[in-house]
């Protein structure tokens, strides 16, 4: 198991233990964390699991590939830090990595 920060839109903090293999976006479900709408279902058209990752935590993990890039674009409240949830596949080397929920 992998040990993952959320920070929620109040600044309170939830460790979990992710399942590696398995998105952010999944293990945030799997762990009833409010704050994460992901209406597609992991798909990568909607944009509602938009998350920030905060520089420490966005270098452990791969580029987005085009098609992340794309929504995010579309995004009003991106920044560089923005990752959709549903594409961060949780691994070992993200162990005690932050992700901040965003107000929906």
Avoid: W
């Avoid at 460790?15 to 992991?42: H, K, R």
């Avoid at 420490?56 to 995010?72: D, F, H, R, T």
């Amino acid at each position: 198991m992998t040990a993952i920060r959320f920070i929620r839109p109040d600044g309170n903090a939830i460790t979990i233990n992710a399942e590696p293999g398995v998105s952010l976006m999944v293990a945030a479900q799997e762990n009833d964390l409010p704050g994460m709408a992901a209406i597609c279902g992991g798909c990568c058209s909607c944009g509602t699991c938009h998350v920030q990752l905060p520089p420490e935590s966005a270098e452990k993990v791969p580029a987005p590939y085009v098609g992340e890039q794309q929504i995010l674009a579309q995004l009003p409240t991106a920044t560089s830090g923005s990752r959709l949830a549903c594409q961060v596949v949780v691994t070992d080397a993200l162990e005690n990595i932050s992700v901040q929920l965003l107000e929906p």
